[in-house]
């Protein structure tokens, strides 16, 4: 079965970093867009970052020249370096992979992220 795994959720002080990890088995790996969302209490889910099969990738605003997304498609893995860290961007990070043309979608459990002093 497919399984995406994330880990490396923490609690850090603003100004701080992280970089979270989502280990996937069950896919081949390379052919999967990856992506990154949160959802912080009582909010939506969005979209964080993506990560194409050609390693293109897409930030939403609140995050661009601060994180970078990046996939080692040997280890089946896609991170996320998440620098100059702010407390707005406290939420659950959640791993997604996705296959826009067999409409097949597939999401880990989720890593917390609070950044706070």
């Known amino acids: 079965q497919v399984q995406l795994v994330e880990s490396g959720g923490d609690l850090v002080q603003p100004g701080g970093s992280l970089r979270l990890s989502c280990a996937a088995s069950?896919?081949?790996?390379?052919?999967?867009?990856m992506g990154w969302y949160r959802q912080a209490p009582g909010k939506q889910r969005e979209l964080v970052a993506s990560?194409?099969?050609?390693?293109?990738?897409n930030y939403a605003d609140s995050v661009a020249g601060r994180l970078t997304i990046s996939r080692d498609n040997a280890k089946n893995t896609v991170y996320l370096q998440m620098n100059s860290l702010k407390p707005e961007d406290t939420a659950m990070y959640f791993c997604?992979?996705?296959?826009?043309?067999?409409?097949?979608?597939?999401w880990g459990q989720g890593t917390q992220v609070a950044v706070s002093s």
């Open positions: 069950g896919i081949v790996f390379s052919v999967w867009t």
């Open positions: 990560i194409s099969t050609s390693g293109s990738t």
């Open positions: 997604n992979a996705q296959r826009v043309i067999l409409k097949r979608s597939f």
